[in-house]
């Protein structure tokens, strides 16, 4: 359909399973199934598990779905995991080179019965896309192997992932000091033109901080390299850490701050990522041999 002309088409079902789509010179016939086979629609409760706000939902999405593997060979990755505590609710995503969190306080998450759900990547981008900006909220309801998505009024249902999560509390680097300060333009800027040498190689970025300056390179043996400093704050030791520049922009893109902080121990150990004035999402990148 999307390919017809501007025209009036024309739809017609036929007895016989097929659906007939006729457009000016373009006729299609397109096999049906038995309406009976169509799997039967949920029953919602009218009460019962979470409620959030729309912006809510859409933020923790957009700031962890970077991060999730579209490997279907590591099927426990190719989602969000979804908790929620007395506390706080988050959500966590992991490739296994990166890993994101989002996390809102539980005054902004009301209603109960969800306390763990490994959510499908397609899922949570479709949801995404049909949240409406109208200040109700919408509800994340739990159906067994299922969870439906009250979003209003589109109803979003899918089947959770049957799986175990990585234990991701094993790879958080334990956070030291304030981190190394830097503006988010210049560092995204610096990042894009640099790896432009690069271009699509996997190739590491190399972020080398030395007496308050982050120079930022990229080499390819075949066409040259390219150089570019940033200012940083806090930088109190000399470090030279290698990096896909990528998913260092995958994360910028998402936060709305002006700077962020960047917290290293050392050139092999996971970096954590995130706005400088906040602790509401962060992302942990695995670093490259250099």
């Known amino acids: 359909v999307r390919e017809l002309p501007e025209a009036p088409v024309d739809l017609r079902v036929q007895e016989e399973l097929?659906?007939?789509?006729?457009?000016?010179?373009?006729?299609?016939?397109?096999?049906?199934?038995?309406?009976?086979?169509?799997?039967?629609?949920?029953?919602?409760?009218?009460?019962?598990?979470?409620?959030?706000?729309?912006?809510?939902?859409?933020?923790?999405?957009?700031?962890?779905a970077f991060a999730i593997s579209t490997d279907q060979t590591r099927y426990t990755l190719t989602g969000a995991l979804l908790q929620v505590t007395a506390t706080e609710?988050?959500?966590?995503?992991?490739?296994?080179?990166?890993?994101?969190?989002?996390?809102?306080?539980?005054?902004?998450?009301a209603g109960d019965g969800l306390t763990e759900a490994l959510l499908p990547r397609k899922a949570l981008l479709e949801a995404a896309k049909v949240l409406r900006d109208?200040?109700?909220?919408?509800?994340?309801?739990?159906?067994?192997?299922?969870?439906?998505f009250d979003l209003r009024p589109t109803l979003?249902?899918?089947?959770?992932?049957?799986?175990q999560f990585p234990n991701y509390?094993?790879?958080?680097?334990?956070?030291?000091?304030?981190?190394?300060?830097?503006?988010?333009?210049?560092?995204?800027g610096a990042l894009k033109r640099t790896s432009t040498i690069i271009g699509d190689r996997t190739a590491p970025t190399v972020l080398e901080f030395k007496r308050?300056?982050?120079?930022?390179?990229?080499?390819?043996?075949?066409?040259?390299?390219?150089?570019?400093?940033?200012?940083?704050?806090?930088?109190?030791?000399?470090?030279?850490?290698?990096?896909?520049?990528?998913?260092?922009?995958?994360?910028?893109?998402?936060?709305d701050e002006p700077e962020v902080s960047i917290h290293l121990?050392?050139?092999?150990s996971p970096?954590?990522?995130r706005p400088l004035q906040g602790q509401d999402h962060s992302c942990v990148i695995m670093p490259m041999r250099i």
């Open 18 to 64: 097929n659906a007939e789509i006729t457009c000016q010179r373009s006729r299609f016939k397109v096999k049906g199934l038995p309406k009976d086979e169509f799997p039967a629609r949920p029953e919602i409760a009218a009460e019962g598990g979470l409620r959030l706000a729309p912006d809510t939902l859409r933020s923790m999405i957009q700031r962890t």
């Open 169 to 188: 509390q094993q790879v958080l680097p334990a956070v030291q000091g304030r981190g190394l300060g830097v503006k988010k333009e210049e560092l995204v």
């Open 265 to 268: 121990n050392d050139p092999l």
């Open 89 to 109: 609710a988050q959500m966590v995503a992991t490739d296994g080179h990166r890993l994101a969190i989002a996390r809102v306080p539980r005054e902004q998450v």
């Open 212 to 255: 308050g300056r982050l120079t930022v390179s990229c080499v390819n043996l075949d066409l040259g390299e390219a150089r570019e400093e940033v200012e940083v704050q806090h930088a109190d030791k000399d470090l030279i850490v290698g990096f896909n520049a990528r998913y260092i922009l995958d994360f910028l893109a998402v936060v």
């Open 271 to 273: 970096a954590l990522f």
């Open 156 to 163: 979003l249902v899918c089947r959770l992932i049957d799986g």
């Open 134 to 148: 109208d200040g109700g909220e919408v509800r994340i309801v739990p159906l067994g192997n299922q969870v439906a």
